[in-house]
Structures are given as C-alpha cells and as structure tokens.
C-alpha cells in the first residue's frame, strides 16, 4: 500500500498517533491484508468514527469517510448493502464500538451485508484524555462478545502488534461473504500502562483447534474469558 | 313531468371524540370514498396533540360541483365517536350532532336538551363488537354512517385497497368491511326520515385513484431517481414507507429502490447517508419531533457535501403547525444555523397537488447542489383528493440542471470551484479517491486546522448557496397573480408557507369581492428564498401591507424574511395549535384595508 500523499497545507494528512501508538500495528496489518489481497484502490471503502481508532485511514489510499460516533458501522452498512463491488471497512475504537454504536450493531449484524468492522479496543477513549470503557454500562461484555451476540457471522480476534496473524485475519474478514468483524487488541501506550503490548502477548493465546468455527456458543464462552487475549477465528458461521 | 334536478351537494362535516385514531381513521376513509364518489373533497385533521383539548378532530367538506377549499363553519354534520365528546362541543357545532359511541365508550348520553342518542348508539355498538371490537370497526362504522347519510352510491370494491395505519385493507379483512356496510345500509334507512336535509348529485367515478400526499410525494421521489429510502417503520414515518412501497411495482422493487425499515432514526440516517456516499441517491423518512436523532448525519453530509435527502414529516405528533414549529424545536435551528448553515435546503409541502414536484426539486436540489435537502411535509391537509389525482407526472420531469462548464476538470473532490460546486465523484471512480468528513477539510477532503483553509471552504460553500439561490430564484414559490397585474398594483402582500396555503387562498379570493385587492405569495423553498422578489416587495410595500401567516407560535417565517432580506411586516401567530380558517385571515385584511 502507497502512503497518503503528504500535503504540506493538511496536517491531518497522516493519523498523527502518539509515536509508540498500537494502532500503528493495526495500520500495517489491514495494509498487508490488502496488498496481499490486491484490492484496487478505488474499490476500497474506509468508514471511520471519532477517536484514534477513527484516524487510522488517514494513513490509507482509496476512499474515506469520516463520521460522529455512533454512525460508523450504520454508513458503511448503508453503503455495502448498495454497492456490492466495493469492499467496506469500518473503522472504531472499542469505546464506539461499545456505547454510541451498540445499536448499529446489532442492527447491522441482523441485516449482515458483506463488510469488515475493525475494532481497535486498546480498553480505553483516549481522546476523552483516558475513561476506561470498562466502567461502561455494557461493562464484562467485551467486544468480541458483544459481535457474536450482534450476529455477526465472522468474528476473529487478535493482537495489533502481531501484525503478521491480524494481516491473515483481516483478509479472511474480508473475503467472506457476510457481515465480518475483527477485534484488535492494541495498546494505547499514553494511557493505559497496563495495556501495553508486552502485557497482551503474555495472555494472548491461539483459539484452540478443537473449537468449532461456527459454534456460536463455544465461540460465545471462548469470548467471555477475560483473562486470554485469542489469536484466530473464533467464529465463522456457515452460509444459509 | 320532468325530473327535478337535485340541489348540488356542499356539506361541511366534523367528526370528534377523545384522543385517539378512530377520528383520524374515519375521517380517512370517508374522505376516500367521498373522492371515489365523485365528490370533491378537502379535509383537514387536526393531530390528537391538538385536539386532545378541542372539540373537533377532523373536518372534511364535501362538494359536488364547486371544489371547496378549506372546511368551514358552521358544520352541517358533525360525529361525535365517543359518547362523551358531543358534550364538550360549542353550541353551534352540537346543533345537528348525531353520536355515535365507540365500542368501549360508556352508557348513552343525554345532550343538554334532553334528548338521548340512544338509537344511534346501540347498532353502532353492535356492529363494531360483532366485527372486531377494534377501533378500526368503530372508524369503519362511522364512515359509514356519513356515507349513508350523503347517500353515496358506495360498492365494496370502493373500500378494497384503503390503508389505515398498519392494518390490512379491507380486502384482507371483512370484518371491516362488515363494519362498514352495516352502518352505511343502517344510516340509509334509519336517517331517511330523521335527517330531514337530504344531499343529492353525488355520482360515482370509480377511476379517480385516491392518493395521499405521502402517495403523491413518493411518485415525486421516484421520477427523482430515489433508490434508497429509511425510516422507522411505525407511524407517519411508517405510512410513508408504505406509500413507497405500494408506489413500487413488484419488478420495480428489488432493481430501483429499496425501501428499509430501520431501528431508530439515526440507524436509518445513518444507512441512508452511507447509500448517498455510495453514490446511491437516498432518503431518509424522520418525525419531526425526531429529526434531532438525523442530526448529525445532516450536518455531516452538509460538511462533506454528499447529497442526501430527508424528508420531515409532521404529522400527529406536532403541537403547533406550520413549517417551524417542531416538537423539538430543532428542525429550524438544525437546518438554518451552524457553520455549515449555507449548504442546505429546506422545501415544504402541505398541499397534496404539489407534493409529487416538489418532493421531485428537493431530490434535485440534493444532487445538483451536492447538499442535503431537507422536504417537510405536512400531512394534515388533505386538500382537495378528487382533482389531485388526475394530474399526470407531465411536465414534471425536465432536463437536469447543468452544472457550469469547467467544474469537472478540477482535481479535488472539494475544489474551490467559482460556484462553490465542485466534481462530484463516488467510491469506485478510479483517480477521485478523496476522505470525506464533517470536520473542515481541505480541497482533498483532509481534515485542517488552518484559519486559511476553513475560511476558503465555507466560502465555497457559501458560493453554493448563492448558486442554488440563483436557480431556484424563479420556481419555488406560488404567486396567486391574475390577469396582468404586476407585483405593485396589489394593496397587500399575504406571505405563507405550508399548511396556510389553501385557507390564504380562499380568504384572497373573499376579500377580492370585497375589493381589497390581495397578492398571495405561498413558499415551497423556504430556503433558499426567492431573494430578487421579496426584494422587490419589501421595497414596494410598507410594513403595514406585507401580512405574515405563521402556522406557530414563534412567528418563524416572519422572523426568517426579516434575517434574509430584511423584510419586516405584520406577522400573524397562532398559538393554540389549531390551523388558520379563512374567515380569520379575512377578518385580518379586513382591518388591515380599514387602518389604510
Ligand atoms: S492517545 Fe493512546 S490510542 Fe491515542 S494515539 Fe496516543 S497512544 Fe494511541
């Protein structure tokens, strides 16, 4: 992937992440996906939401757009249900993913267009200078159970340092035929010490080979174990 | 002895009761059967909100011969649906009143006269408990009634595809149907003698294809090119939906536009504004009291001038009426103020003839102007059903609006282009890729901090707005000008917007006879004003002269004409939630001409 072409008079041309930011890693493993995947540009649609998690196309070719909360993962439903030659990606942090977008996704799991929802949960909303998102209402459900639940039909999980397996990840996603979603742990190293990337790939363990793809439920207690971060695909549910 | 030719038929009827949609209902339903008659009809709710704390819900006239144009007073005939309603009727509207009770409404009632309406009552009763102890049966009866009581030559086939709300037509449900023709034959033997007035000249014209101004605005949005349309499937919003999806042939359905019913209206917008992004010409279908949840997919289709249509609907849920006034206040505000106030536009409709065009220029107004364009429409006035439908979409469709030589040759998405109009380009166009965000940006489309940038893109966009002034100048507005008067030789303006424009138009009709001569100037752009007429008129006229009609209680039109082009006159309010009569807005040219 070419960079964004740098602009002197836009200086929010790039993402213009704290420099030892996680998402970084979640940058360079959706570029590997597409690169491997040799997507052309124009067929590349990101939606992104607010936060650092919603500037990570700024660092993409291809077409943007930018929301407010909450309407993320709505837009790029919208836009992937009529358009079906593009590939669609939406962008948010798990805060997003977690508050103002808990209704789009559940009702964009229901309607299941073929599009990849990219979460960056780095367990924090740094733009609000450091709330947890774990002291939310929707507090104990993570992400990733929150997308099973939300009926989505893929939903992998993975670390963004581990930039070489979320690439694999993030292709699959991609190439499946259904509503997809992709929980990458990442590490917001300006607020939240204790989710550094050292700490995540010491929990961070591979979905066992004996879980079933598309065993929700299994899929579902695999997702509610806090105390592993997963690697792999924890649900891939069979077309009807 | 030749037979003598009855007297042509011009009733007014009111129908009342608690709050509810029974009133609403009936109301509907005679007045499509009126229309299918061959009666022409206008008929006029008044949302529960309203009426709640009046006596009148619905009022309708029918006539056979001359088209009415607003109901009247005094009322001919008035139904009251619950027992208790009739009682809280002003004298004048009781005279004549014959109750009929609904299926859950208590004993009998005796008006102040003594006489009790039992003998109504009882059947009405019956006939809806035996149907399906709805409401609907109840709303069915009473149509009815008033059918048989109009002696309507009313076939089965009449009743088969009207809608109400949600529930199934009468096909589908005989129940309904039952309901219907129990009381009608009731009403035409009972009434026969008891109803000492009689109403001729009604003759059936099964063609007439009854719509309504969502019907109407629905053909508007498919001569559009509209191919995507969302909204929360219950309500008004609901009603719209299903005048788009029985607009659609069932060819037509999966190929050119998709009707979606969304979870919340922000869902909705959100999917909506995703489509247009696409490429995908979309509306959004809002309340009015929930146009605060589209927001901020408004303002950022504004921002990253993406063309996205929301139609407005205010409907039951509104307190006051007129183009402003929201029970959320927001409409106005939303679509008038903020930093990118200058690349929206603002249509409105009350009036079922002109809904299907101007739902067809606000479409256009999104696309050419790549802005979002905002319809609202009022749902209250039915005006006139018999003579709407007859138009044809005829000389509705004309040649897109081209856009400037040379704008397509800019590079940028958002180039600072003279018209503030730059090369639109959607996803999939190999060498546009652009970012699109409500935070302003650059001409690529990057999101800038500079005071240089913001400053030349609001520019650009105000460019726009004046470009979209300048050619919608000529065609938003109705001017009730006859023979070759000119602007100047009127002695009054009268300004209104949406639901005023029937009622303005009779009471200028009225006061012509009285020699005060009247210029009707009615908006369908409330924004962009026609700015080169109002200038005209506010330097023509004095302040004395130049009526204002709001339909709220803040005076909103008047208070927009005098931001736009400082145009300040009398300004005429209501406060109560109910709408203008013409007899009122008479009474005000009548000393408006006396103070001359
Ligand atoms: S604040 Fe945290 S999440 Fe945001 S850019 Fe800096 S490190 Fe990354």
Request: hydrophobic share 45%; charged share 20%; net charge neutral.
């Amino acid at each position: 992937m070419k960079p964004a072409p740098q602009d002197s008079t836009a200086p929010s041309a790039s993402p213009n992440w704290c420099a030892t930011c996680g998402h970084a890693g979640a940058l360079g493993a959706l570029a590997r996906a597409l690169v491997a995947m040799r997507l052309p540009e124009e067929r590349l649609v990101c939606v992104s939401g607010p936060g650092c998690a919603g500037k990570l196309p700024r660092g993409m070719r291809g077409y943007r757009l930018e929301v407010p909360a909450g309407l993320t993962l709505t837009v790029a439903a919208g836009l992937a249900m009529q358009r079906r030659d593009l590939s669609v990606v939406a962008i948010a942090g798990d805060m997003e993913a977690r508050t103002a977008g808990l209704l789009a996704l559940h009702a964009v799991g229901k309607r299941g267009p073929k599009l990849l929802y990219l979460i960056l949960d780095n367990g924090i909303a740094a733009q609000s200078a450091g709330s947890f998102s774990e002291a939310l209402p929707v507090a104990g459900a993570g992400c990733l159970e929150l997308c099973i639940q939300a009926n989505f039909a893929f939903v992998a999980s993975g670390i963004a340092a581990d930039t070489e397996s979320a690439a694999t990840f993030i292709r699959e996603a991609m190439e499946f035929e259904g509503s997809a979603a992709v929980v990458l742990r990442s590490a917001c190293t300006t607020f939240h010490d204790e989710g550094s990337d050292l700490a995540m790939r010491a929990s961070m363990q591979a979905v066992p080979r004996e879980h079933p793809a598309d065993d929700a439920l299994g899929a579902l207690s695999l997702a509610r174990r806090s105390d592993v971060v997963w690697s792999g695909v924890l649900l891939k549910r069979r077309r009807s | 002895m030749p037979t003598p030719t009855p007297p042509p038929l011009n009733v007014s009827i009111a129908l009342c009761g608690e709050a509810g949609a029974g009133i609403l209902h009936a109301g509907r339903i005679i007045t499509v059967i009126a229309a299918r008659c061959g009666l022409l009809v206008s008929a006029e709710e008044m949302p529960p909100r309203e009426f709640q704390c009046s006596p009148v819900a619905f009022r309708l006239r029918v006539a056979s011969a001359t088209p009415p144009r607003t109901p009247r007073v005094p009322v001919e005939l008035c139904i009251a649906l619950d027992g208790g309603a009739s009682a809280a009727l002003p004298e004048g509207l009781r005279r004549g009143c014959f109750c009929i009770l609904d299926s859950d409404a208590p004993e009998p009632v005796a008006e102040p006269d003594g006489r009790i309406v039992e003998w109504v009552r009882a059947p009405i009763r019956r006939i809806a408990l035996e149907a399906s102890a709805s409401t609907g049966a109840a709303a069915f009866g009473a149509a009815g009634i008033v059918c048989g009581l109009l002696n309507l030559t009313v076939e089965s086939d009449m009743l088969a595809d009207i809608h109400i709300g949600a529930r199934e037509p009468v096909a589908f449900n005989p129940g309904l149907g039952k309901a219907f023709f129990d009381a009608f034959h009731f009403a035409k033997k009972e009434f026969e003698s008891k109803f000492t007035r009689r109403f001729e000249g009604a003759h059936s014209n099964r063609e007439v294809s009854v719509t309504s101004i969502m019907d109407e605005a629905a053909r508007g949005l498919f001569v559009a090119g509209i191919r995507y349309v969302c909204g929360t499937p219950s309500g008004t919003v609901g009603a719209m939906l299903s005048a788009v999806a029985r607009g659609l042939s069932p060819g037509r359905r999966a190929s050119e536009c998709r009707v979606e019913s969304a979870e919340t209206p922000a869902i909705a917008a959100g999917l909506a504004l995703g489509a247009s992004f696409g490429g995908v010409p979309s509306t959004i279908v809002v309340e009015s009291s929930r146009f605060s949840e589209v927001c901020e997919a408004v303002a950022t289709a504004s921002v990253a001038e993406i063309p996205l249509h929301v139609i407005v609907l205010e409907g039951e849920a509104v307190i006051g009426g007129g183009f402003g006034a929201t029970e959320a206040g927001g409409l106005l505000s939303a679509v008038f103020s903020g930093p990118s106030q200058s690349t929206r536009a603002l249509f409105s409709v009350a009036d079922h003839a002109r809904a299907a065009r101007i739902a067809f220029e606000s479409v256009k107004a999104s696309e050419e102007f790549q802005l979002p364009s905002v319809l609202l429409i009022q749902d209250r006035a039915a005006n006139i059903l018999g003579i709407a439908n007859l138009r044809n979409m005829d000389g509705l469709v004309r040649p897109a609006r081209r856009r400037p030589a040379g704008v397509f040759d800019a590079a940028y998405r958002y180039e600072t282009a003279p018209t503030g109009i730059s090369a639109m380009a959607v996803p999939g166009d190999p060498g546009m890729e652009f970012a699109a965000t409500p935070r302003e940006h650059d001409r690529r489309g990057l999101p800038v901090e500079g005071g240089k940038l913001r400053e030349s893109m609001q520019m650009k966009r105000l460019r726009k707005s004046e470009t979209m002034r300048h050619q919608l100048e000529s065609s938003e507005f109705s001017l009730n000008v006859t023979g070759d008067l000119e602007v100047e030789d009127f002695e009054f303006v009268a300004i209104g917007s949406g639901l005023t424009s029937e009622t303005i138009s009779e009471a200028v009709a009225l006061a012509s006879r009285e020699s005060i001569r009247i210029l009707h100037l009615h908006l369908f752009a409330i924004k962009p004003l026609p700015r080169k007429l109002f200038l005209r008129i506010r330097d023509r006229f004095e302040e004395r002269q130049l009526l204002v009609f709001d339909e709220n209680p803040m005076g909103e039109l008047a208070a927009w004409l005098k931001l736009e082009v400082g145009l300040v006159g009398q300004s005429f309010k209501r406060a109560d939630g109910l709408p203008f009569r013409a007899h009122e807005v008479l009474q005000r040219f009548r000393e408006a001409s006396a103070r001359r």
